[in-house]
């Protein structure tokens, strides 16, 4: 890849040579968002801790393999985000910075929309692609983790069950599939890299993997451990031919 030969540029150069940027555009997983919870008004909240999201874990893996290069990291990650929302604020976001390296990462809540949102849900990954490749950046798709498959004792509030045993419906699941799939043919058709974090998720359920407990809300957000998967899968691509 471009971005690891920059990488070796600034490790060879560190005075001469122009710093390097990765951007990350995403939702709550992006962001770094684990365990909700009731605050004193009664509203559901999250527990942010960038420093955990698996943009700051890849952040730490290149650091250890280019200990010399500068690398920037730009975390464009939104709690609630879909890909519809992020085209209005990509250039403000991200593509001001002129990124070097672009993942993007979106289907969680854009499956939400059902049926009725996923030409939009396309068409806006078109719109992001071409707009990331045509600023210079190389583009990387990073397909989603699993949502919960079942209501996890855990969950004492209503409203957090109630979004466990929605996300666990036959329904939900299949429709999550249908983005990932939808998105990846369109990273197909614009030569994007697809980084499939989804598949391992999916054969680890299939597994006998408890899904679920891996998921630090039990709802939709990995574990602090596991967000360590993105991290080395992204990490293992710049490698890859």
């Known amino acids: 890849m471009k971005f690891t030969e920059l990488l070796a540029e600034k490790s060879k150069d560190i005075y001469g040579a122009r710093p390097v940027t ?83 990462g979106f289907a969680l809540n854009d499956s939400g929309g059902r049926e009725a949102g996923l030409a939009k849900y396309c068409e806006s990954l078109r719109e992001i692609f ?19 498959d079942y209501s996890s004792a855990h969950l004492t509030e209503p409203i957090l069950s109630g979004l466990a045993n929605a996300f666990a419906t036959e329904a939900a699941r299949e429709m999550l599939d249908k983005y990932v799939k939808a998105a990846e043919e369109v990273a197909k058709e614009m030569s994007v890299p697809v980084c499939d974090c989804y598949s391992v998720w999916k054969n680890m359920q299939k597994s006998g993997v408890d899904i679920t407990a891996l998921l630090a809300n ?24």
């Open 22 to 104: 990765a951007a990350f555009l995403g939702d709550s997983v992006t962001q770094g968002c684990f365990e909700c919870y009731k605050d004193e008004r009664g509203n559901i909240e999250t527990i942010f801790e960038r420093g955990n999201s698996y943009v700051s874990k890849f952040g730490e893996i290149v650091n250890m393999l280019y200990p010399r290069a500068q690398l920037n990291i730009i975390n464009a990650g939104l709690s609630g985000g879909t890909a519809e929302q992020a085209v209005q604020r990509l250039e403000r976001d991200v593509l001001r910075f002129q990124p070097d390296l672009l993942v993007v």
């Open 218 to 241: 039990y709802l939709n957000h990995p574990t602090r451990k596991m967000q360590w998967l993105a991290a080395f899968k992204l990490a293992e691509m710049l490698f890859s031919e």
């Open 130 to 148: 071409r707009r990331g490749k045509e600023a210079g950046a190389e583009v990387i798709f990073l397909t989603p983790n699993l949502m919960c």
